[in-house]
């Protein structure tokens, strides 16, 4: 079986863990390399090594994450890899450098930083690069069955581009009686002995459950011997949130919503989640208050001196209770002189200048901080967004009114994973990335969060 193939997903999450641990090892090489291994050279020349080395480890997986280096569905070739680890170590010796100026006792010594960069960041390298090669050779992809050709099944057939189902390989589908064939007939499989003989012998790791009839077709005893067998059993709903990300709306049943895992809050969790957001929103504000105060200058030298510098905007937030978010203005004054509510279109002719710079960079969402701070909005969490659309959208999706069980964010995993939204189809396509965070929201996620919107920033992606 492949093996690479059937752990890949889980080698990605804890891609950050081991290599963070690696960088701790790298620190501690790195000290040996150039003083010895003596423990009184070491403590006379650097003292303790271990609170350096967290430092170090933490900023530069900070450094790879800004790079999207973590990032799971990562389009790159090994040129654009190549490019990252670059950027990437270009950023961690910026921090690094600012960090130690401002901190000089935690400075192991140009030498010994000099080679846990080299040794990190060649060792990331490495990495990626046999990653990158080995997801992409079909002999070691997780091979998966789908059973079902009709319009259920037909969502995974849409799925074309290769970091969609990546490190896996669909083998084929199963056409069962009253399945409307929406899968190309090619990719057909005609079982010519029993299921769970036919999936040993080619080999299949996991068989997807996606008949358009589920209760005629299924055979239990044959799927409880693939299950015995080894094979992995999953539902279609199931299947597609692993693989994507997202929850689909096409193929999703009331059902699965009331018996699948997670849509789940305690005392304990909310608590934890408080405690990240002042936290992160704090510091945040400390930081970028300098970048505050510039973007707040440029709009009034933009404006002559005449206009708000900030606008109030109502938004709905959790439980549906409305509340008033703050920005940066980025559009004119008269925006929508008209009275009516409009999202913001790519090329939007009333986005002022300096407006354009704010939204590429997201520095006019920096005001929300204080949503945050009053405890209106989460740091991350769905996007508010304004009563005039939600009453609509409301009306389109049946399930929209589920994302607003959690507060509003000032990022949030559907904003990471799918463009800006300016059209009732991108509601859809967002609201999909939105149920998959209110159903598996954690703190571990939002920080997985935090950290891959420093890529999103960075790239500019998404912002209109």
Same mark, same amino acid.
């Given at each position: ?112 930083? #000099? =080679?846990?960069?080299? +040794?990190? *960041?060649? /060792? ?8 990158? %090669? !080995?997801? &992409? ?114 193929? #999703? =049943?009331?059902?699965? +919503?009331? *018996?699948? /895992? ?8 909310? %608590? !934890?989640? &408080? ?121 389109? *999706? ?11 964010? !000032? ?54």
């Amino acid at each position: 079986m492949a093996v690479l193939g059937r752990y890949y997903g889980r080698l990605l999450n804890w891609l950050p863990a081991l290599e963070g641990a690696y960088f701790l090892g790298v620190t501690h090489a790195a000290v040996a390399i150039r003083l010895g291994t003596n423990p009184g050279t070491i403590e006379h020349s650097v003292g303790a090594v271990w609170p350096d080395a967290i430092v170090f480890a933490g900023v530069v997986l900070l450094a790879l994450t800004a790079a999207g280096l973590y990032n799971p569905r990562l389009r790159d070739g090994p040129e654009g890899i190549a490019v990252r680890v670059v950027l990437a170590g270009a950023i961690a010796t910026a921090l690094l450098s600012a960090l130690y100026y401002a901190a000089p006792h935690l400075y192991l010594g140009r030498g010994i930083l #000099l =080679l846990a960069l080299l +040794l990190s *960041f060649g /060792g990331v390298g490495a990495v990626r690069w046999g990653l990158h %090669r !080995l997801s &992409r050779e079909e002999h070691r992809k997780r091979r998966v069955l789908v059973l079902g050709a009709g319009k259920r099944a037909g969502i995974l057939a849409r799925l074309r581009r290769r970091t969609d189902l990546i490190g896996l390989r669909l083998v084929g589908y199963v056409r069962y009686p009253g399945d409307a064939l929406s899968v190309p007939e090619a990719q057909l499989v005609e079982l010519d002995q029993p299921l769970s003989e036919w999936v040993g012998t080619h080999g299949i790791d996991e068989l997807v459950v996606a008949p358009d009839e589920r209760r005629q077709n299924l055979d239990m005893h044959e799927l409880l011997l693939c299950r015995g067998r080894g094979q992995l059993i999953s539902d279609l709903p199931t299947f597609y949130e692993r693989e994507t990300g997202r929850v689909s709306l096409d193929v #999703l =049943l009331p059902s699965w +919503l009331a *018996f699948s /895992g997670g849509f789940q809050s305690t005392y304990v969790g909310e %608590r !934890l989640k &408080r405690l990240f957001d002042v936290v992160v929103s704090g510091s945040l504000m400390i930081l970028a208050s300098p970048t505050m105060l510039a973007a707040a200058l440029a709009i009034w030298l933009e404006a002559g001196g005449r206009g708000p510098i900030l606008y109030r905007q109502v938004r709905v937030g959790a439980n549906e209770r409305e509340f008033s978010v703050y920005k940066f203005r980025s559009m004119r004054t008269d925006a929508e002189k008209d009275g009516r509510a409009r999202w913001a279109s790519e090329n939007d002719p009333r986005i002022t200048r300096v407006g354009a710079i704010l939204r590429r960079f997201r520095i006019d969402e920096l005001p929300q901080i204080f949503n945050v701070l009053r405890g209106e909005m989460s740091f991350v969490g769905p996007r508010p967004e304004r009563p005039e659309f939600v009453h609509r959208l409301e009306q389109s *999706f049946p399930r929209y009114a589920d994302r607003h069980r959690v507060k509003p964010g !000032l990022t949030g995993w559907a904003q990471i994973s799918y463009p800006y939204g300016a059209s009732e189809r991108d509601a859809f396509e967002k609201l999909q990335y939105d149920l998959y965070y209110v159903k598996n929201h954690s703190v571990y996620l939002d920080l997985t969060i935090l950290l891959q919107t420093a890529e999103v920033v960075l790239w500019g992606k998404g912002a209109r």
